[in-house]
């Protein structure tokens, strides 16, 4: 199905090293979300674009996060100088609309480990 | 900080039963609140929302009801399925004009045949 898409399912990479992580929206999508779920707990909110701009980027942990769309569509997060506290999985979700109104479909997320 | 929690951490049920799943809420100025159903290994999956200008809504099977009073959701199941087992979570929404939601810790609801 034409679902949101996020590569790869599992990463497992080394401390310190720098790991990217990517979305494929629902075409059309125009608002993209990045959460992120730590085992046992609801998942938390990283940043938010709407197009190509990252409209809040409030939730990112530190700058060592970093997210970009340039295109309007697909996203790529990027972790730097990953920690073992970075394992978790990391969700993405698309909607047609900003507004609080249009479903929000979440794909099935990038499990991370880092050792 | 403000948060999103959840009273039960599991919640067993046989099939046929009805299920209530409770949820509190901490932001008095949160207006907007979603359900989500998670199975093991995949994203959340929408079931169902609801305004703070309303204090119930229903959906296939399902029924949300919202107390502002006491800052309380609970998310109703009607005839439990072994197909609802999962993890459900509220979220309370947090954004102005956009959805930027916070979760709870989950409830993980376990249906017996």
């Known amino acids: 199905g034409a679902g949101v898409s996020q590569t790869p399912s599992n990463k497992v990479t080394e401390k310190g090293k720098y790991v990217e992580l990517r979305c494929d929206p629902i075409?059309?999508?125009?608002?993209l979300y990045w959460y992120r779920q730590s085992l046992g707990q609801g998942p938390e909110f990283l940043i938010y674009f709407q197009g190509t701009g990252a409209a809040d980027d409030s939730g990112l942990p530190n700058d060592r996060f970093f997210a970009v769309r340039p295109e309007g569509s697909v996203s790529t997060l990027k972790i730097q100088r990953t920690e073992r506290g970075d394992s978790a999985v990391y969700l993405c979700?698309?909607?047609?609309?900003?507004?609080?109104?249009?479903?929000?479909?979440f794909g099935q997320g990038t499990r991370l480990t880092v050792v | 900080g403000e948060s999103v929690g959840l009273h039960l951490p599991t919640l067993s049920v046989q099939e046929g039963d009805n299920s209530i799943i409770n949820c509190a809420y901490s932001?008095?100025?949160?207006?907007?609140f979603i359900w989500y159903k998670q199975e093991s290994g995949k994203g959340p999956q929408f079931i169902i929302d609801i305004r703070s200008n309303m204090d119930k809504r229903q959906g296939q099977r399902v029924t949300v009801l919202l107390n502002k009073t006491v800052k309380h959701l609970s998310l109703q199941i009607a005839a439990t399925q072994p197909g609802d087992s999962a993890v459900y979570f509220c979220?309370?929404?947090?954004?102005?004009?956009?959805?930027?939601?916070?979760f709870g810790t989950g409830t993980r609801l376990l249906v017996s045949p």
């Open positions: 075409s059309g999508h125009t608002a």
């Open positions: 932001n008095s100025a949160s207006d907007y």
């Open positions: 979700a698309s909607s047609s609309d900003r507004t609080l109104n249009t479903e929000a479909f």
């Open positions: 979220a309370e929404n947090m954004g102005t004009g956009f959805q930027k939601l916070v």
